[in-house]
C-alpha cells in the first residue's frame, strides 16, 4: 500500500504539484468562471510544479544521496553504476535510501567491533609470543653468562649448564617449527595427502609413541571398550597422527596420576566418522573452552608452561581438522575431565 513514507521523488512531486495547482486553479475559476479556464489553469500549474519540485529534488536531494551511495560502496561509478545514480536511484523511496543506510551503518559497526577484537587478540599474541621467546632465551643467557664467567672450569656444573641450555634451545626449535607449521596451515600452503587408513590402528600406533610419558605419570592409555572394530577413515594420516598425538599428549599431562585417557570412534552416519580424546583430568573451566584452541592460551599460565609445550598445539589441531573441512568439539567439566572430538570422512571407495 502506497502511503506519503514511501513516495519515490515523482510520486511526491506529483503529490506536492495537484494540491499546489488544485487551489491555484480553483482561484483562477472563481474570477472566470468558465470550466476550460479551470482545465487549462490546473493543468499548467500542475505541469510547471511538477517540474520545478521534480528537478529540485533530483538536483539537490538525490544529488547527495548519489555521493552518499558512491561514500557507501567506496568505488569509481562504472558505467552501468552511473545509468543506476542517474535512472534507478530516483525511483527509490527515501524509506529504502534509509535502509540502505542503515544496512551499510550496521555492516561498518560489525567491521569495527572485529577490527577491534583482532587488535585487541593481536597484541595478546605478540605478548603472549614475546613471552615465550623471552623465557628459553634469558635462560640461555643465564646459562651462557655463568660458564663465561668462570664456571666452565667445573665439570659438574658446565655439563649441567650445558644440558639445560640443550633443552632451552631445543625448546625455542619447537616453539619456531609451531610455528612456521600454524603459519602454512592458516595460509592454506599445507597440502592435505588423503588416504584410507583405519584409525584404530593409528590411535595405537600414537599410543605406542607417548606411552613412556604415560608410563612416568601412571597413566593408563586405551581404546574404549566397543570400539575396537576397525573403522576406515578418509583424510591426512600424518595430519591426523599429529592432533592425535597433541590432543593424548595434553590429555596425559592433564590427567591425573593413576588415571585414564581413552581414545574412542564411532561410525555417525555413512560418510562421517566421529573420533575422541578423553581424560579424566583436571578439566577446563567453562569459561575458558571458546578460547582454548587460540594460539598460546593457557588456562593456567604458571601450570601450563611448567608442563612444557609451545602453547600452540591445540591451535594447530584446531587449523589441520578445518582444513579437513570440520572443526573440533570439546566437553569439560572441572575435576571430572574432557574430552576433545571430532568429525572425519568415512573410507573413500
Not at 483562477?28 to 476550460?36: E, M, Q
Not at 521534480?54 to 539537490?60: D, G
Request: aromatic fraction near 10%; charged fraction near 25%.
Amino acid at each position: 500500500m502506497l502511503t506519503k513514507k514511501n513516495f519515490s521523488p515523482r510520486q511526491l512531486a506529483g503529490f506536492t504539484a495537484f494540491f499546489i495547482a488544485l487551489p491555484v486553479a480553483a482561484g483562477i475559476f472563481l474570477l472566470k468562471p468558465l470550466w476550460w479556464v479551470f482545465v487549462m489553469a490546473f493543468v499548467i500549474v500542475m505541469a510547471g510544479s511538477y517540474a520545478l519540485i521534480l528537478y529540485t529534488l533530483q538536483r539537490f536531494i538525490y544529488r547527495k544521496i548519489k555521493l552518499i551511495y558512491k561514500f557507501i560502496y567506496q568505488t569509481k561509478a562504472s558505467k552501468r553504476e552511473e545509468f543506476y545514480y542517474k535512472n534507478l536511484l530516483p525511483q527509490k523511496s527515501m524509506d529504502e535510501v534509509s535502509e540502505d543506510v542503515e544496512k551499510w551503518a550496521e555492516q561498518k559497526k560489525k567491521e569495527i567491533e572485529i577490527l577491534k577484537a583482532n587488535e585487541a587478540y593481536r597484541k595478546e599474541f605478540l605478548q603472549n609470543l614475546s613471552h615465550e621467546l623471552k623465557t628459553p632465551i634469558f635462560a640461555i643467557q643465564g646459562y651462557v653468562e655463568t660458564l663465561l664467567a668462570g664456571a666452565a672450569e667445573n665439570t659438574e656444573v658446565s655439563t649441567k649448564f650445558l644440558n639445560n641450555t640443550s633443552k632451552n634451545v631445543s625448546r625455542l626449535v619447537n616453539l619456531l617449527n609451531d610455528l612456521d607449521e600454524i603459519t602454512r596451515l592458516e595460509s592454506g600452503e599445507q597440502i592435505l595427502y588423503k588416504e584410507n587408513f583405519v584409525i584404530q590402528d593409528l590411535v595405537r600406533e600414537v599410543f605406542d609413541s607417548l606411552s613412556l610419558l604415560a608410563t612416568n605419570r601412571g597413566v593408563r592409555l586405551g581404546l574404549k571398550k566397543g570400539c575396537e572394530a576397525p573403522i576406515v577413515v578418509f583424510a591426512d594420516k600424518e595430519k591426523i597422527r599429529q592432533v592425535l598425538i597433541n590432543l593424548t599428549d595434553n590429555a596425559i599431562k592433564y590427567g591425573k596420576t593413576n588415571g585414564n585417557v581413552t581414545a574412542s570412534a564411532y561410525i555417525t552416519d555413512e560418510r562421517h566418522v566421529l573420533v575422541e580424546i578423553s581424560d579424566d583430568g583436571i578439566g577446563i573451566a567453562e569459561e575458558h573452552i571458546p578460547r582454548i584452541s587460540e594460539r598460546f592460551y593457557r588456562t593456567d599460565a604458571a601450570r601450563s608452561r611448567k608442563e612444557g609445550g609451545s602453547g600452540l598445539g591445540l591451535a594447530i589441531c584446531k587449523h589441520i581438522i578445518e582444513a579437513h573441512g570440520q572443526s573440533i568439539h570439546i566437553r569439560s567439566k572441572p575435576d571430572v575431565g574432557t574430552t576433545f572430538g571430532f568429525i572425519l570422512n568415512a573410507k573413500k571407495e
